[in-house]
């Protein structure tokens, strides 16, 4: 640094003639070669203008539009044969089915509002964990513990769940309903389900539920 200082330093400073012959010298430069500048010139009308800003504005919205943000949902094949669901975002419920299906798990999926849920008998249950309202305490108890439903999907971390295909049998489907927790450390809550091989699953019926 010490060097490019002591170098510049050196430099004698120009003398008003000096400066007026080689401002001569460039104009008469510019005035002998008009042609060249002509053909260098490039001239940006009012609509290029704005076709350029358009370009630009795609180039840098293009990423966004084809998923370079945070995907609303992430399924996941593990090797242990699991199925891992991320949940960012509660929005795409048959982008989900669809990815669950080709996963090899047939499902019904719902998001619904705060405060909500499905009315019920939207189908037969594959176990009377549906449904199970009219259950005593005791018998819930018990039957947790045989309930396939219970054991089928699970929530492992605060926007994922764990499906295990081992528990659904040929023709079920995995009911999973999603509900807006209003709570960034437990966005939503689950509720999951499997219905009996043949029985259609109706559309979900938002209803008001104060659980």
Known sequence: MNALTGMWQNVPAASRDDLAGARRRLLDGMQARPALTTSRRR?????????????????????LVAGGGTPAYAVTENPDGTITVALNEMRDPEGLRADLLAAGVTADVS??????????????????????????E?????GVEQWRSFAVARVVDVREIRIR????????????????????????RLGAWLAKAGSPVKPCTPVADAG
């Open 165 to 188: 295909p081992e528990f659904i049998r040929p023709g079920e489907t995995l009911v999973l309903e999603f509900r807006d927790n209003q709570d960034a450390r437990r966005p939503w």
């Open 138 to 142: 005791a018998q819930l108890r018990k």
């Open 43 to 63: 001239v940006v009308t009012a609509p290029r203008l704005l076709v350029a800003a358009g370009v630009a504005a795609a180039a840098v919205t293009a990423p």
């Open 111 to 136: 998001f619904l509002a705060p405060h909500t849920r499905c009315a019920d008998s939207r189908f037969e249950g594959a176990d009377p964990s549906y449904g199970s309202r009219g259950h005593t």
